[in-house]
């Protein structure tokens, strides 16, 4: 499997994103796909995650701001964030399982 993470930029607080996540390869092994983010001088923590039965689960920090969805047709997970604040700013990276794999990451920048 491998995974393409696309969507970040520069963004004002209050501002909107969509992160992308193309999976590529075995995709039908697939059980979960999750964003993480690593803030700078922080370790990487889980944003969100969606299983196969649709269901998600969120970081404290970003529900009722951030929603995770899946477009099987098109082997994508979507990433879409409202209300971003400064403390969003990272490198977001998508992440399958089973097999284990990280996408490359893509930066959210959110300017005060």
């Known amino acids: 499997v491998q995974l393409q993470a696309s969507g970040g930029g520069l963004v004002q607080a209050g501002g909107s994103l969509r992160l992308s996540c193309v999976a590529s390869?075995?995709?039908?092994?697939?059980?979960?796909i999750s964003w993480y983010r690593q803030r700078p001088g922080k370790q990487r923590e889980l944003v969100a995650n969606i299983s196969t039965t649709d269901s998600t689960n969120y970081a404290d920090s970003v529900k009722e701001r951030f929603t995770i969805s899946r477009d099987n047709a098109k082997n994508t997970v979507y990433l879409q964030m409202n209300s971003l604040k400064p403390e969003d700013t990272a490198v977001y990276y998508c992440?399958?399982?089973?097999?284990?794999?990280w996408g490359q990451g893509t930066l959210v920048t959110v300017s005060s």
């Open positions: 390869g075995r995709t039908f092994r697939i059980k979960v």
């Open positions: 992440y399958s399982i089973p097999p284990r794999a």
